[in-house]
Structure formats: structure tokens, C-alpha cells
């Protein structure tokens, strides 16, 4: 626990998710309670706190070799006392990864910066009310290959896919996602060989990850998704390598902000011929 005059920086618990989804909803972040219990529940996190309020927030979310850094917060009466230095420090130390990761937003990205994080690549945000393709694929009959939505008993080759596209560990992750939505699985000799998640999430859905081995893969999980969701609020965080943002934007999601990926620490091991091509959460990877 590190203290000052008038600030503690301590372990967040779940006593302090309301005071951090009063900090999320000031920043006008989409993050609802359930979000932020989400995100706690696989992570560690700090909070600061000052004459009782939630003043700043940080979580780190250990996913094997790497662990991504998010939800750091500081309430903007509290800018400009180097408490976002203090608050990444402080959950840096909780975690000792290979890697980490985060997204940073522009605000971030020169204390980040200075941490020693470089910038990998950029994510667009896109969000809107979904548009199903004119000609959506159908689920596939059981026990045939194509489309299928997985089941439990799918989680581990779920996340042994997750591991090769991303270098992650995410099963308790894959656990969560099959729990609280839908995962869409493409089948290929009996095996699954890409997939997409569904889940409630702020406005309306998020959809991701995408793992696929390339982007017709890609296309054809999030023409699921979109369809799913048609009519309804939808967002997809994707790389700019992809190329899927002129399609995205085409199907009712327009391109709304975004961030910079970043990392820091050694390389983590990836493998075989998938890929991510939409991320969990900004906060997730």
C-alpha cells in the first residue's frame, strides 16, 4: 500500500467497482458494471483512493507469458500529480510477464512512453447498428464441417487456437466468453480452425476475439455476428492490417477512434497460420 498526504494506492477490491465505473462513465467510456466485473474478475488491479473516493484506477490482466495493462483512470481533478505514473507502476509490480501489452489511447501514450513501451501497431474502433450481409452464411448441420456455435467442451481447443494467433494463455477468458455469449466456430475436417466471440458489452455487443486463418475466414464469423446483431448496437476493434475496415464500415460500423498497440518486454511465441483479426477488448488484447 503506498500513501501520501491525502492518497492511498491500494489492491482494488470488488468494494471499489462502483467508484471505478463513476470514473469510466466521466470519461464517457461505454464500460457498464458488468464489464468492469468482468475485467476484475480475471485480473489484478489498484486503486487510488482519497478521502474515501475512487480517484484513479489501474487493472493488469495476466495471460501467461504476456499480461496487458488497462483501465488506467485518474480522475481529472487529479491530472498533472503524476498519479498515472504512480498508478502503472504500482500494478506493473503485481506481475512480472515476458511481455506486456496495452492500447493506449492519446492521451497515454507519452507516460507509456516513457515507461519504455513502443508502439506495434494501431487499432481501429468500429460501432454501430449492425448490417447483415446480404447473403449470410447459415449454421452448419451437426456433425458436418462449416459453421457451428462451440460449447464447453470446446474450450480447450478454443484456446490452444486463442495461444497460437496471440502468444496468450486466455482460457479462463475463453471460460468467461462461452459463459456470458456466443463463440462462432468455422470446421474443417472435424476440426475447429477459426473462431468468434459475441458478448454483451457496453452499448449493445462486442464482437471478438476473431481468430481466423485469413479474412475470409474473418468476414464469414463477423458476417455471424452481424447478423446476430442486426439492427442492433455492434462494435469490432480490428487492426489496421487487416483490411476489414472498409467492409466493417460498409455493414453499419463506422470507424469511431481507436488507440495504439504497445508493448514492452521480450517477444511471445505465436504459431501456426491464424491470426487475430478483431480484439476481445482494448483492455483484453
Known amino acids: 500500500m503506498l500513501t501520501d498526504d491525502t492518497l492511498t494506492i491500494q489492491p ?13 462513465q466521466a470519461e464517457k467510456w461505454p464500460h457498464r458494471a458488468e464489464d468492469w466485473s468482468l475485467f476484475h474478475s480475471l485480473s489484478k488491479g489498484t ?28 480522475d481529472g481533478r487529479m491530472r ?37 513501451f513502443r508502439a506495434v501497431g494501431e487499432i481501429f474502433q468500429h460501432q454501430g447498428i ?11 448441420a451437426e456433425g458436418t464441417d462449416g459453421l457451428h456455435l462451440a460449447n464447453p467442451g ?19 477468458l475463453i471460460n468467461a466468453l462461452l459463459q456470458l455469449g456466443k463463440i462462432f466456430t468455422i470446421r474443417e475436417n472435424g476440426q475447429i480452425t477459426a473462431y468468434a466471440a459475441l458478448r454483451p ?30 439492427g442492433r448496437f455492434l462494435r469490432v476493434d480490428t487492426g489496421v492490417e487487416t483490411g476489414l475496415a472498409p467492409w466493417l464500415a460498409e455493414h453499419g460500423l463506422a470507424h469511431a477512434g481507436g488507440g495504439i498497440a504497445m508493448r514492452l518486454g521480450a517477444p511471445t511465441e505465436t504459431s501456426g497460420p491464424v491470426h487475430t483479426f478483431a480484439l476481445a477488448a482494448q483492455a483484453l488484447g
Not at 486503486?47 to 488497462?70: C, K, Q, S
Request: include cysteine; proline fraction near 5%.
Open 154 to 172: 470446446d474450450a480447450a481447443v478454443l484456446a490452444q487456437l486463442d495461444k497460437a494467433a496471440t502468444g496468450m494463455d486466455r482460457m479462463a
Open 201 to 230: 458489452f457496453g452499448r449493445g455487443e462486442v464482437a471478438g476475439p476473431v481468430i481466423a486463418r485469413d479474412t475470409d475466414q474473418a468476414r464469414m464469423l463477423l458476417s455471424c455476428c452481424l447478423t446476430e446483431c442486426e
Open 130 to 140: 449492425a448490417q447483415a450481409p446480404e447473403q449470410a452464411p447459415a449454421l452448419a
Open 47 to 74: 486503486v487510488a483512493i482519497e478521502n474515501g473516493e475512487v480517484v484513479a484506477t489501474a487493472l493488469t490482466t495476466p495471460f501467461g507469458d504476456a499480461a496487458t495493462i488497462n483501465m488506467i483512470i485518474v
Open 12 to 24: 482494488m477490491g470488488p468494494e471499489h467497482l462502483a467508484g471505478a465505473l463513476r470514473l469510466s
Open 80 to 116: 498533472g500529480r503524476g498519479l498515472g505514473r504512480k498508478m502503472m507502476t504500482s500494478v506493473m509490480s503485481m506481475l512480472e510477464p515476458k511481455q506486456w501489452r496495452l492500447v493506449a489511447t492519446k492521451d497515454g501514450l507519452p507516460l507509456y512512453e516513457k515507461l519504455g
